[in-house]
């Protein structure tokens, strides 16, 4: 037999946010995100690595 569902417990800091959201809209995020294939590598290709799997 399934279980039932626990209500969720109140949080008062969230249904303040929930409710600044409706009347002021969603906040622009401080920081862009760039997508994957367009990042520099964050680490430099092993030279010494299989010169065939260097892209």
């Known amino acids: 037999m399934a279980k039932r569902k626990k209500p969720k417990k109140f949080d008062a800091d969230a249904e303040v946010r929930a409710i600044a959201r409706e009347r002021v ?18 680490h430099k290709q092993d030279p010494l690595a299989d010169p065939d799997a260097v892209s």
Do not use: A, L, N
């Open 25 to 42: 809209g969603t906040v622009k995020p401080g920081q862009v995100i760039v997508p994957k294939d367009q990042r520099k590598p964050k």
